[in-house]
């Protein structure tokens, strides 16, 4: 059985379609989720990375306005619980793990667990066989591991990472239960 860390913003939650919202307000824009085709979003966005991030902390607080990154996520969450111990890991902040959790129940998605780091970064240290997550610089550090795998989740601002070794590409979340059975079958 493995243990799957799968990441909240832009992989369950699009975060980033209520951090637009916000930003535009704020700053008369016009940004949607597919203009920020760099990890560094505060750069495409104008603003400083304080404040991208205090942004995606205030879509928080209003966590109800947050749609999923598909429909029926909880369903296809849930396909995952097969091939072993899933958790929520996240680099969200502690001022937003209460309304997340929020979030999460009203989809009805169901975890074992929900870890929070200090940042996204942190996460390749912990002991889970498979990441699944939006980061590219998460999968950089995971390619390097001969003992963790990543599961891309695509979108705009990863579109150009290279292939590199045990990352996988997940253009929706149908693809990701095949990818896993992969890793377990590899793995045996």
Sequence with gaps: MLSIAIDL?????NTMAAACKIINERHSTHFEVASFTQWKAWEIANITKGEFFETLDRAWLDWSTIPPTEEHIAEKFDRLMEFGKVDIVTGRSRDTVNPANCWLKEQGI???SFVRTNSGNDKARLNYDVFIDDSPELMLQLSTRSNK???LYAQPWNVDLRRMPRISRADSW???PEIVRK???AES
């Design 174 to 176: 149908s693809q990701i």
């Design 183 to 185: 890793i377990v079958i």
């Design 9 to 13: 913003d832009g992989v369950l939650a």
């Design 149 to 151: 795998h990543g599961i």
């Design 110 to 112: 169901q975890f074992r």
